[in-house]
């Protein structure tokens, strides 16, 4: 079959329910995932055709993304901060706004780079954070937790994939029970979190191939208690933070004023709200 013929079914089929722009941006990652092809090939050789077999998980990739599926879970892969990372169902795909997050934790540690610095990384998912901060801090040892045996061993995969040294704990920021967390005194120069913060109230904003394909565990808080993680972590942080030692999180847009308070009752100083790409208050920094 003509590989621009399935291209045009992938339009008639997909484009009312992502766009003409973001389908064609998915049909070239299946093809180069696929086929190793790139989207010149349609352009140089419009008649260029491909087997039976290599149709197969093309035609497969459509009734999926038919069904809202992310591109990320129907290839097992993305990128991140310039990283490949595997992922799967039972972790959360990264987002361009996390990669701000981890850009401004390193402008934040800049003259410090070569130092022997201790990182922690509450909530790691696919280690995403832990592992782009690991690579551009090779002096550095990097703690990484999540309350999800199968996450954790999708980051132990991804660390290895990117030849990084990190150390995972399963554990409960929620009521810890590993040893070194219990007794990390003063001892990280940094903490970092992405918890949980989309209130179910905020369902209906959510997009189905996020509500229906990736886990609840790590999307969504109670309506009522919705800075639940936040105050836990930042309570464990002022044990276990070095004397100016620097707290970030990536935070629900709606709350920032609520966080920016919740930190000041911590005693925190040198507050810093950050806004992402899209103007959204998604950021903050505190200083123990």
């Known amino acids: 079959m003509i590989l621009k013929d399935i291209q045009n079914i992938f339009h008639q089929e997909l484009d009312s329910i992502y766009g003409t722009d973001e389908v064609r941006s998915f049909f070239n990652i299946l093809i180069d995932f696929y086929l190793g092809l790139n989207r010149i090939t349609l352009v140089l ?3 260029y055709t491909i087997t039976k077999e290599e149709e197969q998980p093309l035609f497969e990739a459509l009734s999926r993304l038919k069904l809202e ?22 972790t959360l795909i990264p987002r361009p706004e ?3 997050l981890v850009d401004w934790i390193l402008k934040s540690l800049t ?22 901060l690991a690579k551009h801090l ?15 061993k999708v980051a132990q995969e991804n660390a290895k994939w990117n030849n990084v040294s990190i150390t995972y704990i399963e554990d409960s920021i929620l009521d810890i029970q590993n040893d070194i967390l219990k007794t990390a005194t003063g001892f990280f120069d940094v903490i970092v979190s992405n918890p949980p913060y989309v209130r179910n109230l905020e369902k209906v ?15 969504f808080v109670k309506d009522d208690n919705p800075l639940q993680f936040y105050e836990a972590i930042s309570d464990y942080a002022l044990s276990a933070l070095k004397e100016n030692g620097l707290l970030f999180f990536e935070i629900n ?4 004023a609520e966080m920016e308070t919740l930190l000041k009752a911590y005693t925190y100083k040198s507050i810093e709200l950050n806004k992402d790409m899209f103007g959204n208050q998604r950021m903050l920094k505190g200083m123990k």
């Open 45 to 47: 050789e419009p008649n």
């Open 69 to 90: 599926e992310p591109i990320q879970h129907i290839i097992g892969k993305t990128e991140f901060y310039g990283l490949p990372f595997k992922l799967n169902k039972h």
């Open 98 to 100: 996390t990669e701000e």
């Open 111 to 132: 003259g410090k780079k070569d130092q022997p610095l201790k990182l922690l990384d509450i909530g790691t998912g696919t280690g995403c954070i832990a592992i782009s």
């Open 138 to 152: 090779p002096n550095a040892h990097v703690y990484a937790v999540d309350v999800s045996p199968e996450a954790i």
């Open 205 to 219: 904003e959510i997009k189905n191939n996020v509500l229906q394909h990736e886990p609840h565990l790590a999307l």
């Open 253 to 256: 847009q709606y709350l920032g």
